[in-house]
């Protein structure tokens, strides 16, 4: 069973919350998400922090991924729903 998102709230500029399909509940900021953008140039250099980022946009693509439009920073990572929910894991 692939993990789903049930609903999706910004919180502030700085973070938004996830409520899964199993009704787990993550909170993430957005400094932490782009800390660990999956793009290959981020990858590669492993980016730079930007503790005060924000995000001007975020929007989903397709039902399984988000993309996120920082203030500053690398844009181009795609956040799967998967990924965010490894991260969410790391954390407990
Ligand atoms: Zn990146």
Partial sequence: ???????????????FSILWSDDRFSVFTLSELQKNCPCAGCQESKGVCEEDV???KISSVGNY??????TKGCSRGIFTFQFLRTIHLERL
């Fill in 1 to 15: 069973m692939p993990i789903l998102v049930k609903e999706l709230k910004q919180l502030s500029n700085r973070s």
């Fill in 54 to 56: 924000k995000a001007l």
């Fill in 65 to 70: 991924a988000l993309r996120i439009d920082f």
